[in-house]
């Protein structure tokens, strides 16, 4: 009973491992999924941080720069999303979206909405001033449902891109085209704005930045390690039993694959237990919102990790005959 | 005598040969105690802030989130002011400067942390403190402060902190963690004084404040939007959020990011103990052989388990313990919590461990 039980618990253990690089790896996409803030296919994000007060003739400036920008943008078709960072600006998202592909093809330039399910909201309903505009800006014209990746965030209002606020935070702008983003950088500059590229997200960027992957990639390693080590401990007392088998016509290689099969259903069912246990403690502590991305990954990852225990299993046999077949020789 | 040094000698050299086992099991050990230590903090820090506001978030709370907007020339509206001073004289608001206190004044409280709250229904806020539905002037010293008293010039008051407050008492705070108030100098103003506090104070004590929507007086709708739109012309776009709501959504997301090490971590203690349990086996099958032969000249059952009693508490034991010592040595806080968790399942895993080892000897040999 307790020989089945060693297999079991390490493939319980290690699904669950395999499970949490999983979430991980579900909240690393995610993420980089939210970075752009809405826009499908190519982007590239800049961040322009807030400048000081600026004078009367500097802010004309702005807004003559402000607006060649949105001219730019509407003759290369390009679309612009600017969000604030918590603490800087107004609580406000600017964008332009020329193409119409996007959640915020409603909203025209010069226009301004509130945002679902938030403050501002509540006031444009009971027609009450809207404490958070600036002064240029005098009416809501109605409500709007931002970008998943933008909601749950204390955002008020969004405004279509024109002179009169300028983005601050971090802008996403849907090319990739050097030459544009070099022409759309001199203009925000013109602007006395001064936007930096953000770096493109590369695999070594993305586990610098979510530093869960790297610990629960470093503990399966971990795990196999200790694994190995424990069942070559355990199976060692298996091998005179196996020896036996060879006077019957047994080969090494038919022993370990037939030890592996005989063990194929505990692995598997301990497999799926570990992978259980983690949607169990979601369920206790909900810190995960499971969804069809999430469901598939712990599928894998519970495949992956029957497979890779049913693997250390036949090698750890595999060897082990081979050690006592040549031991068995040299007497 | 001779004979208990030569079984320790024995135990050393049976774990000489197993020394790769027993150093992976002390280097995940330590990473083990590590990343729960690393973790674990931020996780408890939470749910004390949420246990610690459960009264506090019965009274529907609503706090600000704040935007600063340099772009906009700064008038300063003394009506919110005004406003907030009305909510705390009446006990439907609470509020607080726990930073940018006196700054023209650069040895103000002989430079320790300062809290200044105000409002009558601090005791929301603020656990440990003296009759805090009073708002009377007064100030207290922190349980871990040196000093028998300060003296405190603040808005037209001159108070003096003599008394040192209880060693529990902490302080909650919408923007941060619950903090224990040991090393801080903790001033009750009344609500008037607040229109006689400097700039930046009033900046963050209207940033701080806390409105108690469940209140019976609680504040109206058009004074609500009046404040915020007063907020705007100090340079802060002040959003309203509801603590019931955003608290325990925060620690949702605080457990998210901490549950991929702490579970994985647990995870793998278990299979250190896996390690250690079929490193029992291994050295039982090496050994049975020597052992039976020397019980068979005379050697008693107690004499035998000693070299094997030896060799398990130098595989399990001691590479448990020094890590998880060395980690909380070096800080102290942090690793006491996984330090106690590894050594109590360590303690459980060894006994049961070292007496199903002396079993199974006692049976093969007999």
């Known amino acids: 009973m307790h020989r089945k039980l060693t297999a079991s618990l390490s493939a319980f253990i290690f699904s669950l491992i395999l499970a949490f690089l999983a979430f991980s790896v579900s909240q690393a996409v995610t993420d980089i999924h939210n970075q752009s803030l809405g826009i499908r296919g190519e982007y590239t994000r800049l961040s322009i941080p807030q400048m000081d007060n600026p004078s009367l003739e500097r802010k004309q400036q702005q807004e003559k720069a402000l607006i060649a920008l949105q001219q730019y943008l509407a003759q290369e078709k390009i679309i612009f999303i600017s969000a604030t960072a918590e603490g800087e600006g107004s609580p406000s998202i600017i964008?332009?979206?020329?193409?119409?592909?996007?959640?915020?093809?409603?909203?025209?330039?010069?226009?301004?909405?509130?945002?679902?399910?938030?403050?501002?909201?509540?006031?444009?309903?009971?027609?009450?001033?809207?404490?958070?505009?600036?002064?240029?800006?005098?009416?809501?014209?109605?409500v709007i449902t931002p970008d998943a990746s933008l909601q749950g965030e204390p955002y008020q209002f969004i405004h279509g891109l024109d002179g009169k606020l300028p983005p601050v935070g971090q802008a996403v702008i849907s090319t990739q085209d050097p030459e544009k983003i070099q022409h759309i950088q001199e203009l925000l500059t013109q602007a006395t704005l001064h936007p930096q590229p953000l770096p493109r997200m590369t695999w070594k960027n993305v586990l610098i930045m979510h530093k869960e992957i790297d610990f629960t990639l470093l503990a399966s390693l971990l795990s196999i390690v200790v694994c190995v080590m424990a069942l070559n401990g355990v199976l060692e007392e298996l091998i005179p039993e196996f020896v036996i088998h060879t006077y019957s016509g047994g080969t090494a290689f038919s022993i370990a694959c037939k030890y592996s099969r005989h063990q194929f259903p505990a692995v598997i069912i301990s497999c799926g237990a570990g992978t259980a246990f983690f949607l169990l403690i979601n369920c206790v502590l909900q810190f995960?919102?499971?969804?069809?991305?999430?469901?598939?990954?712990?599928?894998?990852?519970?495949?992956?990790?029957?497979?890779?225990?049913?693997?250390?299993?036949?090698?750890?046999?595999?060897s082990q005959l081979h050690v006592a077949f040549a031991a068995t020789r040299n007497k | 005598m001779r004979q208990l040094f030569h079984e320790i000698r024995n135990g050393i050299t049976l774990v000489t040969r197993h020394f790769v086992q027993i150093i992976t099991i002390m280097l995940l050990m330590g990473l083990v105690c590590?990343?729960?230590?690393?973790?674990?903090?931020?996780?408890?820090?939470?749910?004390?802030?949420?246990?610690?506001?459960?009264?506090?978030?019965?009274?529907?709370?609503?706090?600000?989130?704040?935007?600063?907007?340099?772009?906009?020339?700064?008038?300063?509206?003394?009506?919110?002011?005004?406003?907030?001073?009305?909510?705390l004289a009446k006990g439907s608001a609470v509020s607080y400067v726990n930073t940018n206190i006196e700054l023209s004044n650069k040895d103000f409280a002989n430079r320790h942390h300062v809290l200044i709250v105000m409002g009558k229904k601090t005791n929301l806020a603020v656990f440990g403190i003296p009759n805090p539905q009073s708002t009377k002037p007064r100030a207290y010293l922190g349980a871990d402060l040196p000093e028998k008293s300060i003296d405190l010039p603040i808005a037209g008051y001159h108070l003096t902190a003599s008394q040192h407050l209880p060693s529990h008492a902490s302080f909650f705070s919408p923007h941060g963690f619950g903090e224990s108030l040991a090393h801080h100098v903790v001033i009750v103003l009344p609500p008037s004084a607040l229109s006689r506090m400097d700039e930046q104070e009033k900046t963050r004590a209207l940033f701080n404040t806390i409105f108690l929507m469940k209140e019976p007086s609680h504040i109206s709708d058009d004074d609500l939007s009046l404040f915020l739109h007063s907020c705007y012309s100090w340079g802060m776009s002040l959003v309203p959020q509801n603590l019931s709501v955003s608290l325990p959504e925060q620690f949702r997301k605080v457990v998210a990011l901490t549950i991929s090490y702490v579970v994985p971590s647990l995870a793998l203690l278990i299979l250190v103990f896996f390690l250690f349990f079929s490193l029992g086996k291994t050295l039982v099958r090496e050994e049975l052989t020597e052992l039976r032969i020397r019980y068979f000249f005379g050697a008693t059952l107690g004499s035998l388990s000693i070299r094997v009693i030896t060799f398990l508490l130098l595989s399990l034991v001691v590479p448990a313990v020094l890590p998880s010592a060395l980690l909380a040595y070096q800080a102290q806080q942090q690793f006491a919590i996984p330090g106690i968790i590894i050594l109590t399942f360590t303690l459980v895993v060894f006994l049961v461990c070292t007496l199903t080892t002396m079993r199974t000897i006692k049976r093969s040999i007999s």
Do not use: C
Request: hydrophobic share 40%; glycine share 4%; charged share 15%.
């Open chain 1, 95 to 142: 964008t332009y979206d020329p193409q119409s592909t996007t959640w915020a093809q409603k909203v025209k330039p010069s226009q301004t909405y509130a945002i679902e399910g938030s403050y501002s909201q509540q006031l444009w309903e009971k027609k009450q001033k809207n404490p958070y505009l600036p002064p240029s800006i005098s009416t809501i014209n109605g």
């Open chain 1, 288 to 318: 995960a919102h499971i969804n069809q991305f999430l469901l598939g990954l712990l599928l894998l990852s519970g495949l992956v990790s029957s497979i890779i225990v049913e693997l250390m299993l036949f090698l750890i046999v595999f």
């Open chain 2, 34 to 87: 590590f990343s729960i230590g690393m973790n674990l903090s931020t996780v408890t820090d939470k749910a004390i802030a949420l246990k610690q506001s459960q009264e506090l978030r019965a009274h529907d709370p609503v706090y600000f989130s704040a935007y600063y907007d340099n772009s906009v020339p700064k008038t300063q509206d003394q009506s919110a002011i005004h406003i907030l001073s009305t909510e």
